[in-house]
């Protein structure tokens, strides 16, 4: 995974390797501006509350201040952390120019696989994609 410096909730500096801690890691990539995100972001959050997923990191590539995102989330009433990359540091490490877009991590670090596009994290085909977590 980058080794890219990423924003908390709270504003503080971090890094998805430290977000991670050795444990499988889901990492998406969204906007406030970007439909088919928000439209999968509820999703994500269910998603993040079942035992046995991987921890879930939603990574806003907004530009705004972090307390609009913030905001953003608490409107529509998701839980996820309010990460930021408002350089798109992170898209930009990763090659990813289509948003959403999700990335699993093993618990080594290395990317499993990424899906590119919206999709229903309760679903079959994410419990599918999810089985390949370690």
Same mark, same amino acid.
């Given at each position: 995974?980058? =080794?890219?410096?990423?924003?908390?909730?709270?504003?503080?500096?971090?890094?998805?390797?430290?977000?991670?801690?050795?444990?499988?890691?889901?990492?998406?990539? !969204?906007?406030?501006?970007? =439909?088919?995100?928000?439209? #999968?972001?509820? @999703?994500?959050? @269910?998603? =993040? &509350?079942?035992?046995?997923?991987?921890?879930?990191?939603?990574?806003?590539? &907004?530009?705004?201040?972090? &307390?609009?995102?913030?905001?953003?989330?608490?409107?529509?009433?998701?839980?996820? $952390? +309010?990460?930021? &990359?408002?350089?798109?540091?992170?898209?930009?490490?990763?090659?990813?120019?289509?948003?959403?877009?999700?990335?699993?991590?093993?618990?080594?670090?290395?990317?499993?696989?990424?899906? @590119?596009?919206?999709?229903? !994290? @309760?679903? +079959?085909? =994410?419990? $599918?994609?999810?089985? #390949?977590?370690?």
């Amino acid at each position: 995974m980058p =080794a890219i410096t990423i924003k908390d909730g709270d504003g503080e500096e971090t890094s998805l390797s430290a977000v991670a801690g050795g444990k499988p890691l889901l990492v998406n990539l !969204w906007a406030t501006w970007c =439909a088919p995100c928000v439209k #999968e972001l509820p @999703t994500l959050d @269910t998603l =993040a &509350d079942r035992a046995g997923a991987p921890q879930v990191v939603a990574v806003s590539q &907004d530009t705004a201040a972090a &307390d609009k995102v913030r905001a953003f989330l608490a409107e529509r009433k998701i839980g996820l $952390e +309010a990460f930021q &990359d408002s350089e798109m540091a992170l898209s930009s490490a990763l090659r990813s120019q289509i948003l959403p877009t999700t990335i699993l991590y093993g618990s080594d670090g290395k990317e499993v696989w990424r899906y @590119t596009g919206d999709l229903d !994290w @309760t679903g +079959a085909r =994410a419990a $599918e994609l999810l089985k #390949e977590a370690r």
